[in-house]
């Protein structure tokens, strides 16, 4: 069903089957040996290969929101019309166990387009679509995907109607993070920003003062992230790199996990700081080290490096200015001189706040050094 027959067709790699049981019900799965999953939906896991087994069902609108529905799973409900409010037609295609493709919505010409199309107006029903579309669209954009111009003005009547504001902050933060995993993340910031909803789930970002598209430098940054690393936490980091304490506004309410929070925070703090490190005093270098933990915490370092190297790159690459010292290679290049030079070499001569304060005076001597070979080179 859905996603596994859509990514056979697609030459994807092969994930999780799940199944659709036509004119079954409950008891008999359960007396199969079968285990129900959950309380809101019909679905059951295999005994053996705890595969996926729903009941067929179809869902009709009940209160606003995502959760406000009334589910209909009885034996008489046809494959057909489960799959009528599926999301997307080209995630409404079911296959038999002999390979033979249901498919009544002309999800199969979608794929062959490379458009996604909504099923039915059924889908302006569950907000949670919103997101969903735009991950898949994030997903599929290095396939040519595009999303159907008719599906974007049902997004934009969604949004206009008050069910993008229904979204809660968890979901948004689960669909965000599985879209920063794909190949091309910014695509699924400017599917929102298209029909408005960023405003809503993102306001710090729609509403930046930078001029243009809202989205630009994040987006831009963003993409070029995505080209140089796979890690989630750098490329949340730069897509946010240039708003400042209005980060952690953002994480708060969005739940975001501590490491993307602390990291994205560092960056928008500091991206200034970061772009042109030989322009620092010793001070301010250790004071930078300091502040974003750097003698502590090297792997959140190397990451705060990365994304600053993917930022001021990107920043480059727009101004033709190439700076003659590798910013990164230096900041790298700070931390392990200021990381060499420990409280046990000075406690013989000091102790307590005096030993702190020796400990940190040695440091900026050992930077200053490494900044006036720099400079006679």
Request: hydrophobic letters at 40%; glycine letters at 6%; aromatic letters at 6%.
């Amino acid at each position: 069903m859905g996603g596994a027959v859509r990514d056979a067709l697609l030459g994807e790699p092969a994930g999780e089957r799940d199944w659709v049981v036509v004119g079954g019900t409950a008891e008999t799965l359960l007396a199969r040996g079968y285990r129900q999953v959950g309380k809101d939906f019909p679905v059951f896991l295999h005994p053996e290969t705890h595969e996926e087994y729903a009941l067929a069902r179809t869902e009709r609108k009940s209160a606003p929101g995502y959760t406000g529905f009334e589910v209909c799973a009885d034996p008489t409900v046809t494959l057909e019309e489960d799959l009528k409010r599926r999301d997307l037609t080209i995630n409404a295609i079911a296959q038999h166990a002999d390979g033979h493709l249901v498919d009544p919505y002309g999800g199969q010409q979608d794929i062959e387009s490379r458009l996604l199309r909504h099923v039915s107006p059924a889908f302006r029903e569950d907000p949670v679509r919103i997101l969903r579309l735009a991950r898949f669209a994030a997903r599929f954009h290095r396939l040519g995907f595009t999303v159907d111009a008719t599906t974007t003005e049902l997004l934009r009547e969604m949004v206009n109607d008050g069910e993008a504001a229904a979204l809660v902050p968890e979901r948004v933060w689960r669909e965000t993070e599985r879209a920063l995993a794909t190949d091309n993340p910014e695509v699924f910031f400017q599917v929102l920003h298209a029909c408005g909803a960023l405003a809503i789930v993102f306001p710090e970002l729609a509403a930046a003062p930078r001029g243009g598209d809202a989205l630009s430098h994040g987006a831009d940054a963003l993409t070029h992230a995505a080209l140089c690393t796979s890690d989630t936490e750098i490329r949340f980091a730069a897509l946010l790199h240039s708003l400042g304490d209005e980060v952690q506004t953002l994480c708060a309410r969005l739940g975001a996990p501590n490491r993307y929070r602390d990291l994205a925070l560092a960056v928008a703090r500091h991206s200034a700081t970061l772009r042109s490190p030989l322009a620092l005093e010793p001070e301010a270098v250790i004071d930078l080290l300091e502040q974003t933990d750097a003698l502590r915490r090297a792997d959140r370092f190397e990451k705060l490096v990365t994304a600053s190297e993917v930022i001021n790159r990107n920043a480059d690459a727009q101004s033709d200015h190439n700076p003659g010292k590798n910013s990164a290679d230096l900041l790298r290049l700070y931390r392990s001189t200021a990381h060499a030079v420990t409280a046990a070499e000075l406690a013989n001569e000091h102790s307590g706040a005096a030993l702190g304060q020796a400990l940190r005076a040695a440091r900026v001597a050992a930077i200053t050094n490494v900044q006036a070979k720099l400079k006679k080179k």
